[in-house]
């Protein structure tokens, strides 16, 4: 069955940088795009970035453009999430997505606090 297990979370300060990845099984992770998706409290879940099949063409949320940067290995199914200049509202669960499905499949998620 699919699984995607993310990693790499933790409490860091404000300015300061953190590594996500997310590793994935189950199914052909070469063949599909990947996105990371991020949910703060009391607010809803949104798009972060999402890199294409071959890792050729990144997009970003306006909020993260020039900060992170998403990238894949796709020798060893695993996404990942560089995160720089880390700001508090960055402070949320992160989760990486893979559509295989409406709406897709999701890891169990990875807690980012970034403290001013």
């Known amino acids: 069955q699919v699984q995607l297990v993310e990693s790499g979370g933790g409490l860091v300060q404000a300015g300061g940088s953190l590594r996500l990845s997310c590793t994935a099984s189950?199914?052909?992770?070469?063949?599909?795009?990947m996105s990371w998706y991020r949910q703060a409290p009391g607010k809803e879940r949104e798009l972060v970035a999402t890199i294409t099949s071959a890792g050729g063409i990144t997009t970003y949320a306006n909020s993260v453009k020039g900060r992170f940067t998403i990238s894949r290995d796709n020798a060893i199914n695993t996404v990942y999430l560089q995160m720089n200049t880390l700001k508090p509202e960055d402070t949320a669960v992160y989760y990486c997505?893979?559509?295989?499905?409406?709406?897709?499949?999701w890891g169990q998620g990875t807690q980012v606090t970034v403290s001013s």
């Open positions: 189950g199914f052909i992770f070469s063949g599909y795009r």
């Open positions: 997505n893979a559509p295989l499905r409406p709406g897709g499949y």
